[in-house]
Nanobody, 125 residues
Framework: QVQLVESGGGLVQPGGSLRLSCAAS????????IGWFRQAPGKEREGVSC????????YYADSVKGRFTISRDNVKNTVYLQMNNLKFEDTAVYYC??????????????????WGQGTQVTVSS
């Protein structure tokens, strides 16, 4: 049974940092593309970053480029999203998602097959 579990969300002040984790079970990260998405209240879901774990390729949305870093730990079967210099507009529920055997990298959410339950990130002073 494929399962993704996010953790690491919380309340942080502007300029602060958080590291989100996406623990995968029921499959190994090889040959999967893992994406991070977020959805703020009243807004559409937005792609944040993705990684192809077998070739270590990454992609970032312009809104987070230079502030967020996606990485993987194949031993722990976990993908991380390190978020630095957080801004008010980063407040959202963050989800990780997975899909296997996709050519290239994409943050098109309908491409992804498996989704986690989400973790709340709130940036507030």
């Amino acid at each position: 049974q494929v399962q993704l579990v996010e953790s690491g969300g919380g309340l942080v002040q502007p300029g602060g940092s958080l590291r989100l984790s996406c623990a995968a079970s029921g499959f190994t990260l090889d040959y999967y593309m893992i994406g991070w998405f977020r959805q703020a209240p009243g807004k559409e879901r937005e792609g944040v970053s993705c990684i192809k774990t077998n070739v270590a390729r990454t992609y970032y949305a312009d809104s987070v480029k230079g502030r967020f870093t996606i990485s993987r730990d194949n031993v722990k079967n976990t993908v991380y999203l390190q978020m630095n210099n957080l801004k008010f507009e980063d407040t959202a529920v963050y989800y990780c998602a997975a899909v296997r055997d996709v050519v290239g990298l994409t943050l098109h959410d309908r491409t992804y097959r498996y989704w986690g339950q989400g973790t709340q990130v709130t940036v507030s002073s």
